[in-house]
């Protein structure tokens, strides 16, 4: 029998480590420094973030990551405050960092455009330099995934975080951050086949439902790891942070109903939680703290991978093609 080419979504999965790598190197390094040293200069009160889909996961990642590093309240907008309400914000001072794989969502970049048009400084990480999204900013950053045709994101989204945490990191002048990242491609190689991987495909091999929590940082991580699973899998996820499961949706979790533990940096904070979901009988996996990360943050992140290897391989085994997810196209324009 001749052997099964590989998907899209596999090879793509594959380029991750040297994605990332990309953003370490001279040129990414200086879009990022200038774009760092802007905001410095700015020292803005407050950070907002724009985004959808994938690209609103990584900015929840980022969101954590900006709080923990820098001290400022993060906030979301939606597009349609603007593209559809007409609302004009008053964000002079303020910084944005808007986030999107192809940049051509008009209501994203007319978000941007009006926030910067009322005096604030948008920051666009997008995988197209010359994408509306960016036209609309008053800076780039490439995320230099490379080209993306698997309808579901996984290097763009993980290079979408990863360029961020780089701007932070610099606006932060954290340097064991900055050093952690220097070696993350050689810590994703580490991680690429971790122990709860086994335990994770083959409690939602014939799954119809999952539920992800994490707090802090994972919570983008859960938010992206359920959407996944929905996109490929055909599986109805659903992600909450351990600190709100117990507030009604734990009321899901009869016997054997599979939920996936990130357990991360606040493993302290969800005990609670996880021994009443244990107590109900539901299926526990608890993914640890991924080791050799060197810095807190990078620990999430490094679960993202060994995850779409997972799922990706979960989705042709359960009869999907990864690549084609039903219903769904690679770019989604909304107003």
């Not at 954290?174 to 971790?194: G, S, Y």
Request: net charge negative.
């Amino acid at each position: 029998m001749t052997p099964r080419a590989a998907s899209r979504m596999a090879r793509e999965i594959e380029e991750m480590p040297a994605a990332v790598a990309r953003l370490a190197g001279p040129a990414a390094q200086m879009e990022i420094v200038e774009a760092a040293r802007a905001l410095q200069a700015l020292a803005p009160p407050v950070v907002l973030t724009v985004a959808r889909g994938s690209s609103d996961h990584a900015a929840t990642y980022l969101s954590y990551a900006a709080q923990l590093l820098l001290g400022l309240p993060v906030a979301s907008v939606g597009p349609s405050i603007v593209s559809i309400y007409s609302a004009e914000l008053r964000t002079k001072g303020l910084a944005a960092i808007a986030i999107s794989q192809s940049g051509s969502s008009a209501d994203t970049a007319r978000l941007c455009a009006a926030l910067s048009d009322q005096g604030g400084h948008v920051v666009a990480l997008t995988n197209r330099p010359g994408s509306p999204l960016a036209d609309a900013s008053d800076a780039v950053i490439d995320i230099r995934a490379g080209p993306e045709h698997a309808v579901a994101a996984t290097k763009s989204f993980f290079n979408s975080a990863v360029a961020g945490l780089w701007l932070l990191a610099h606006w932060a002048d954290d340097a064991a951050l900055i050093a952690a990242l220097k070696q993350l491609p050689a810590a994703m190689a580490q991680h690429r086949e971790p122990p709860w991987a086994a335990e994770l495909s083959a409690a939602l091999n014939e799954a119809d439902h999952a539920m992800v929590l994490a707090r802090g940082p994972g919570l983008g991580i859960a938010n992206e790891i359920a959407l996944k699973l929905i996109e490929t899998c055909g599986i109805h996820a659903s992600s909450y942070s351990g600190a709100e499961v117990l507030h009604g949706p734990s009321a899901l979790l009869t016997e054997g109903y599979p939920v996936i533990a990130l357990a991360g940096g606040a493993a302290h904070g969800m005990d609670q939680a996880l021994d009443r979901i244990a107590g109900q009988a539901a299926r526990l996996i608890t993914v640890p703290e991924a080791a050799g990360g060197a810095h807190p943050l990078l620990a999430p992140l490094l679960d993202m991978q060994p995850f779409y290897i997972c799922v990706e391989a979960l989705a042709r085994r359960r009869g999907f093609d990864p690549d084609n997810p039903a219903h769904l196209q690679k770019e989604t324009k909304t107003v």
